[in-house]
């Protein structure tokens, strides 16, 4: 099986390493980019800034965004994500400790294909990670991105 490559956009260097073990102890066939900001995100998704010259019809085939993040905030980055034709079908999961109502509701207005809450145990975080990682890159059928940005 191919491995396919995660955006994990995510400040916090804990989380970071429980979502990176979480998915090699599972064996989740995946590359993992690590967006530590708002910023960087968006420089890796449309090939700019230290990504400049990357090839972007190249996509992740999923995005696990958090919304606490310093520069730009979680849900600017999604409506930057939904608003451009070269990213706008990305599954974009929303992998956060937010449990705030608003966020919830402006995540699915914005696009969001799912909103989870970081589970505190390692255990907990582990299996939802799994099971992330399982859904949408082994059973999900992606939309060809790089066909729909030129059409």
Known sequence: MDK???????DNPDDEALALLALNK???PSEVVVAHDGIEALDYLFGE???????TRIMPE???????LPKVYGLEILRRIRSDKRTQCLPVVILTTS?????VIEGYALGANSFICKPVGFAQFSQAVERLGYYWLILNV???IGRMAEG
């Open 99 to 103: 449990k705030e109502e608003r966020d």
């Open 4 to 10: 396919k490559t995660i955006l994990l956009v995510e």
């Open 142 to 144: 992606a939309p060809p």
């Open 62 to 68: 999923l995005i696990l965004l958090d919304l606490k």
């Open 26 to 28: 599972n064996n989740i």
């Open 49 to 55: 800034g230290s990504y400049t010259g990357r090839d």
